[in-house]
T-cell receptor, first 116, second 109 residues
Framework: GAVVSQHPSRVICKSGTSVKIECRSL??????MFWYRQFPKKSLMLMATSNEGSKATYEQGVEKDKFLINHASLTLSTLTVTSAHPEDSSFYIC????????????FGAGTRLSVL | AQRVTQPEKLLSVFKGAPVELKCNYSYSGSPELFWYVQYSRQRLQLLLRHISRESIKGFTADLNKGETSFHLKKPFAQEEDSAMYYC???????????FGTGTQLKVEL
């Protein structure tokens, strides 16, 4: 159990368009979901933490108007990259945990975003 | 702010040889440490966490607060251990993870 589905796995878009990435917990209720960004040969950088029904908490340096996060239900969180530019091209990964306290995070397979 | 350091980008060992993947952390409070693993073409998954004090797939890791380390060890490497290994830290009581840059383990025959 504890499967996290992330969709799409890859997206190519034109500069200036918006892209939505979905993260779903398939067999458990995810109290907390996380969004990470991974640059080539770099570590995962936490972008934001979202709890169901409340506003996401963004890490320092992450533009909340650029990266819109919605966590409307206990099984779905979305990340929308608004007005994407080439510098937003990256690998985005979501994870979900069952509880609020320190808990295991279950990861999605990631989304490769390429902005032309 | 917390930091996790994995000094080796790549570690290559022969099958049957001992493995040690290094992880050092910087955090003033009481941390919780994890090792996550990513096998080829698979997603990141938890390997072990220090509070569990268990051995997973022959791997163990001991939290050394004096040396601020959480090295991952296995006495005899297997080919299927080849993967990317990430050390991660959660600040005391919190659920946000700070990841190291990862170490690619390659087990050669």
């Amino acid at each position: 159990g504890a499967v996290v589905s992330q969709h799409p796995s890859r997206v190519i878009c034109k500069s200036g368009t918006s892209v939505k990435i979905e993260c779903r917990s398939l067999d458990f209720q995810a109290t907390t979901m996380f969004w990470y960004r991974q640059f080539p040969k770099k570590s995962l950088m936490l972008m934001a933490t979202s709890n169901e029904g409340s506003k996401a908490t963004y890490e320092q340096g992450v533009e909340k108007d650029k990266f819109l996060i919605n966590h409307a239900s206990l099984t779905l969180s979305t990340l929308t990259v608004t007005s994407a530019h080439p510098e937003d091209s990256s690998f985005y990964i979501c994870s979900a945990s069952k509880g609020l306290a320190t808990d295991i995070q279950y990861f999605g397979a990631g989304t490769r975003l390429s902005v032309l | 702010a917390q930091r996790v350091t994995q000094p080796e980008k790549l570690l290559s060992v022969f099958k049957g040889a001992p493995v040690e993947l290094k992880c050092n952390y910087s955090y003033s409070g009481s941390p919780e440490l994890f090792w996550y693993v990513q096998y080829s073409r698979q997603r990141l998954q938890l390997l072990l966490r220090h509070i569990s004090r268990e051995s997973i797939k022959g791997f163990t890791a001991d939290l050394n607060k004096g040396e601020t380390s959480f090295h991952l060890k296995k006495p005899f490497a297997q080919e299927e251990d080849s993967a990317m290994y990430y050390c991660a830290l959660a600040a005391g009581g919190g659920n946000k993870l700070t990841f190291g840059t990862g170490t690619q383990l390659k087990v050669e025959l």
